[in-house]
């Protein structure tokens, strides 16, 4: 299918590689089908897009990669709404505040994306751990 995005125009994706989210996003409850959608030259990276909305669109990275001593516990209901039986089954994205200098930049580490990725169907998980910012510097790394 063919979908129109934020940041690379119009482009093809299989109706295989988008992700479902049965509860939106918070803010964005309605937009329910999304596609991740690679940054060219940049694999830290993606754009996780919706597929009805051209303007909703966010840039994700792996948490892990940026935080290192990032870890949380998955919720009873994402597990459920998920159907997650091991964590092997799951990804994790946080959502990133773009700004200039980059360094500047911030991810979302209290409301991680999760997707389990053999039913193609993700969510929002809100934390309650204070440990972690919903806005976390870039640029400050592993602490």
Known sequence: MQIQTKFHGSVH???TETWH??????????????ALLPIEGNTAF???QSTKNTN??????????IVDN?????????IDLLEIT???DIMVLGILSMKQPFEQ?????????????????????ILNDTHFEVRHSIGKGGN
């Open 13 to 15: 994706i299989e109706p």
């Open 21 to 34: 989210f049965p509860k939106g996003l918070p803010g964005f409850e309605e937009e329910t089908k999304f």
């Open 46 to 48: 993606q754009v996780l």
């Open 56 to 65: 909703t669109a966010f840039i994700v990275a792996n948490p892990y990669t």
């Open 70 to 78: 990032y870890s949380f516990e998955i919720d009873e209901p994402t």
């Open 86 to 88: 091991k964590p092997e």
């Open 105 to 125: 930049s911030t991810i979302n580490l209290q409301a991680p994306l999760i997707f389990q990725l053999h039913n193609k169907t993700a969510k929002q998980m």
